[in-house]
Structures are given as C-alpha cells and as structure tokens.
C-alpha cells in the first residue's frame, strides 16, 4: 500500500472509530479521500501537518434547544444545529435543513461535502450545514413563525454576513427565510442583508436564486452530455423530487427540449407520458402545499405509485435525482442500468450510495456528482453575497450568464482532473481532486488553525 493509501486508510479508521454512527459522514468522507490519492502523493507535507485529521473535524458545531409553543398552546421541544465545517476561503456558508430526520450525522455529513462543493465554485464561501428536527409539513404559517423565531434566537450569536451564512435547504424555503431573517434583523437591531442568502426578491434576495440549483444542473449535465456529442433535445428524463431542486430542474431539462416524465415526493411518484405539466406540480406545491398524488385529479393520463423508490423502475435515457440522499441504492442503479439510462446527474446531496456510483461508473453511464452539478444554488448564494455587499440588484439574465459560466468551468476542472490523474471521465474523482487542492492549499498557507 503506498504511503498515501495508508494514510487515507488511517483517518476512515479514525473517522468510524471517533463517531462510529455516523454513517453518512463516513460515506461521504470516504468518496472524497479515496479518490485523491494523487494530490497526497504529490504533496507529502498534507501528511506531516495532519491536513486529513482537520479536515474531518469540524472547526466549530453548535447544538441547542429550540422551544416554541403551538397553535393548542402545547410547548413543543426540538433539536437546533449549526455545523460549521470549514472556514479558509471565505465565511462559512450552507444551507438549514428542518425535517424530522436531521441529526448530527446528516449535517456532517452535508458540511463536509458543502466544503468541497463550495470550493469548486470559486467563489469565496467557506462551508457549514445546520438545521432542526422540526418538521414543516402541516404546520400552520403562525406556528413555523414561532418556530424560526426561536430557532434564530439563538442562532444569531454564531451567525453574521462575514462569520457564517445560512441559506435554505429541505423544508427550507422563502417563507422560512422570512421569518430567520426578521427575528435576526430584530435581535441585532441591524439590516444584515448579507446574514442570510434565498431571500425574497423585494428584501434583496437575488433574481435566479431560486432556480439556481436546478438550472445548474441542467448546465452541468449539458456540458456533460455535449462533450460526448449528446442532444438532451428528445430524450426521456426522471426526475425524483417536486421541491425546489425538482421543479427546475424539470423547467430547465424542457427548455432544452427534453421529456420530463415523472416527479415524485416522500409518499410517491407521478408518471405522465405526456411529460410533467409543470405549472401543475408549482400549483401542488408551491401554492396548496399539497401531495404529488393531486396530480392525477387534473391529468387523468398521468399515474400515480404508492412509494418513492418506485420512480428509478421507470426507463429513461437521463436520471436526475434531486428529492434526498441515499435515494438511488444498488438495486435501483442496477434497474436504471437495465432501462438503458446513459447519464446520471445529482441535483440532489449523495442521492446514490457509493455502491450504486460504483455500479454506473463499471457500467459507463455518465455521471454528475452532486458536490460539482448542485452547486448552482450555494454558487448565487455567493452572488446574493456579493451583491448585498454593493446593495445592488442585477438582472435575472445576468445572475443566471454567470451561473453558466460557473458550471462551464465546474465541468471543466473536474474534467481536467479526470482526465489527468483518473478514469477520464470520472467526474467524482475529478471534482474531488479539483476541490481539494483548492482547500488544500489554502489551509496550508493558513497555518495551524
Ligand atoms: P425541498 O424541501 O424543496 O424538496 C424536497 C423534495 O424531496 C420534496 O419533494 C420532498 O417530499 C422530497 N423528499 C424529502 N425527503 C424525502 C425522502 N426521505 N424520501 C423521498 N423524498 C423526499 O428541498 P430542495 O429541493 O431544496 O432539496 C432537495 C435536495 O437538493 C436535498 O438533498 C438538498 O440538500 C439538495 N440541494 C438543495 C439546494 C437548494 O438550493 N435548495 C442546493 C443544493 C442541494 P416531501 O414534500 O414529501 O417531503
């Protein structure tokens, strides 16, 4: 085994035996370090300043309680947190995700691989994930009001548009920011435009935020596609989720003339071999709040599964996972693969197990990481940053020409890379290379910090 592989194998040992629960942290740490090897081996003083051991260890995690009472008057007890993973590009940034599931491991592991993710974008943002095991869903406005409120009570003594950046995440959208932002504006008594990034339009939120995450992706798996001489004009695409992510990535994938086929949420998905309406979906979700089933009411063609995982059975040229993580496991990578898909993009974080990136990459299906085709969304956070900062707006077609350009040359590094030290069309090991360097060597000129 050559020194590197040793060491790498040394921190996995560290990472389980240290949190041996935290499996996703594990997972996700383990798809980053196996794949560097070559930086390791160029560079023998990573090992010698212990760069692994602090990049697995986050700087800073804040956990605390968040009490709040309900629409009954019952008080109500969740769990807060803040993982502050890594700071030396620029202040940490990363979404807040409130769902029942969020727990340490599940934000480990999103800040760890937000580091790296936001590395890629170029763009000063260091990373950090937080969020809450409140659920959202069937709450009324006036009770996830109190909730926020008491959530950024005491989260604004750790946040700040120099310090740390929150955005939103699953269960975290417009109206949540809303709230996080007034409580934050009236606690510090100052308008921090900057604290926070996913803002509404009128509050100086950025034009193309919201579609950002989506229509990167749809960017990325374009280069992807065009470097292999591929048309996504015609081409049948699933798409898991009908959130944020979900919705433009189906807005964007049928503007470039491709057939959306379904979409789905955690109860089950919508195949309409007339292509997804998706005015329809936005009306469900964006406006009732609703169920995906409620599709079928108005499009008698369409037809609804009990049941998430169901949705990779339905054969299609290009999967687009953006609802969770852990959606795509082996068995449902094995049943894509048997449909014929060619390309795999990742709107969502870890949708695949590693098993199931495995199987694609043996098979030769393309595939698009998350940590480089997501990255839209965190890369116009850093553009509403940059923005508020000037306290100016710009326009949407100008946020969204720049978007392009960022994932152009996403796609280009990781491309290089792959190319120079892997499989060359290994993406995952390219955008890993690409972003550790970058976090490598600025941690180094750093320091011991
Ligand atoms: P939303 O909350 O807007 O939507 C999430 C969607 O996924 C909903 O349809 C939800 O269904 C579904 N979902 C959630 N949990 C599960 C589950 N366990 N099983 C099946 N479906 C599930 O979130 P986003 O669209 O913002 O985020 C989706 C993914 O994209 C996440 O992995 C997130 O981390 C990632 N991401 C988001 C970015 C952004 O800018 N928003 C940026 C980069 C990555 P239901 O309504 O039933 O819960």
Redesign the pocket.
């Known amino acids: 085994m050559s020194n590197s592989n040793a060491y790498v194998e040394r921190i996995l040992d560290l990472v389980a035996q240290r949190d041996p629960d935290q499996k996703q942290f594990k997972d996700t740490v383990t798809e980053v370090l196996k794949t560097i090897a070559p930086v390791l081996d160029a560079h023998p003083e990573y090992e010698q300043q212990k760069l692994l051991e602090r990049l697995v260890e986050p700087e800073r995690v804040v956990s605390f309680r968040v009490v709040w009472q309900d629409d009954k008057g019952e008080v109500q007890v969740n769990r807060g947190f803040r993982v502050q993973m890594n700071s030396a590009l620029g202040p940490y940034k990363g ?1 807040l ?1 409130f ?1 029942p ?1 969020v727990c340490l491991d599940i934000l480990k592991f ?1 800040a760890f691989e937000q580091v790296f ?1 936001n590395a890629l974008t170029g763009l000063p943002i260091g990373g950090a994930k937080g969020g809450s095991d409140f659920d959202p ?1 069937g709450k009324s406005d006036a009770e996830v009001m109190r909730f926020c409120q008491s959530f950024m009570t005491e989260l604004y003594r750790h946040i700040g548009p120099d310090v740390d950046v929150p ?7 417009g109206r949540e920011i809303g709230y996080l932002f007034g409580q934050y504006k009236r606690i510090r008594d100052r308008y921090d435009a900057g604290v926070l990034t ?1 803002k509404r339009i009128d509050y100086w939120g950025s034009l193309a ?1 919201t579609e ?3 229509y990167g992706l749809l960017y990325f798996v374009k280069n992807m596609l065009d470097a292999k001489g591929i048309d996504l004009k015609d081409k049948v695409v699933v798409v ?8 433009y990535a189906i807005e964007k994938a049928q503007a470039f003339g491709a057939k959306v086929v379904t ?5 089950g998905y919508v195949y309409d071999p007339n292509g997804i309406d998706l005015d329809a979906v936005k009306e469900i ?1 964006q406006v009732r709040r609703g ?2 089933k409620e599709y079928v009411e108005t499009h008698p063609q369409a037809e609804y599964h009990e049941g ?2 169901g949705v990779w059975t339905v054969a299609c040229d290009i999967a687009l996972p ?4 852990r ?1 795509i496991d082996l068995e449902s990578a094995k049943t894509l693969v048997a449909n014929g898909v060619t390309a795999v993009g990742e ?5 695949s197990t590693l098993d199931a990136i495995a199987y694609f990459q043996e098979h030769k299906v393309l595939f698009a990481p ?1 940590k480089a085709a ?5 890369a ?2 850093a553009l509403e940053m940059a923005q508020n900062s000037e306290r100016l707006q710009w326009t949407f077609e100008e946020v969204d020409e720049r978007l392009k350009g960022i994932m152009k040359n996403i796609y280009t590094q990781a491309k290089k890379n792959a190319e120079a030290y892997a499989d060359p069309d290994d993406l995952v090991a390219g955008a890993n290379i690409t972003a550790f360097s970058n976090v490598a060597e600025v941690m180094m000129a750093q320091g011991l910090v």
Request: aromatic residues 0%.
């Open positions: 979404g995700r769902h599931s999103l993710k869903h955005a939103g995440d699953i269960g975290v959208g996913g935020r950002a995450t989506g898991s989720g009908a959130g944020n992510v979900a919705q979409c789905s949420d955690s109860n979700k169920r995906i998430c995982k953006c609802a969770t993580q959606e709107g969502a974080n870890m949708p998350a997501n990255a839209g969304g965190v116009v956070s």
